[in-house]
Structure formats: C-alpha cells, structure tokens
C-alpha cells in the first residue's frame, strides 16, 4: 500500500481479527524497484483495468520475483468473458466508459492467464464472486526450471 494508505488497510485487517495472518507493506509499486518479500499470497485488487499492458507484465513480474515457491498471485478485477458477447453489463459499461479517461481497459480471464504464464506462472484459473467480479489466481512453482 502507498505510506498513507497503509495504517487504513491494517485498520480493516485488524477488524477482521486476520492481523496474525496478514502483513501490509508500504511502498509504491510504479517506483519501487522490487516488492518486499518472501511472501505467500499478493493481491492486486482493482489495479490492472487502469493501466497499459507493459505496466501490468511489470507487477506480474515483480510479483512473481516476491513471493516464495508455491506462492500465490491474486488479482481481483471486473473481467470481460472470454468470449467478450457473454459478458456482464457492468464489464463492458466499464470497459466503455474508461476508453476516454484510462490508460487501461478491462481484461478476459484468458488474456491474464497468458500474462501470468509468461512471467512463470502455473495453474491459473478464474473464479467468479459478488457484483459481477472475478478473482484470477495463478501459482509460483514450486521448482524453477
């Protein structure tokens, strides 16, 4: 999280009584060279829709290099469906209305599998939660070849 925002995050973690379990960094993921680490589990919630493809292989990749073997990236977004026709109104609206203001545009889940399976990752695969969003999920092996 960015300095400022890190004490209102642990305030949430530690509401949920998760603060033996959970860790908050401070820093700012365009200018740090490398996310702190080794850690399990980093989660990009609503990042990637507002920035261009060479931003987001970045973070994946930075991702990538923080976490431990067997760690996990988890990346939380309102996704088009694969086949773009079946997606959800909320998607393609989104979508839409970021064309004029954003740098990004919402993903298909295939589209981040790729993305993932290029810096390393393994098993990626998608599920479905509340108002419309997905969470991808993808693992760090345990060995690198």
Known sequence: ELPAIKPITI?????AGLSDRISVAAGNF??????????????????????PDEVNLNLISKAYNCLCPGGKIVISELLLSDDVKSSTPSSTSMNVMMLPYAKGRQYRPK????????????????KSLVDDYEIVVATKPLETI
């Open 30 to 51: 365009f200018t740090d060279d490398a996310f702190p680490g080794p850690v399990d589990y980093i989660l990009f919630s609503n990042i990637f829709h507002g920035w």
């Open 111 to 126: 589209e981040l599998f790729q993305r993932l399976k290029r810096a390393g990752f393994v098993d990626p695969r998608a």
């Open 11 to 15: 305030g949430y973690i530690d509401n």
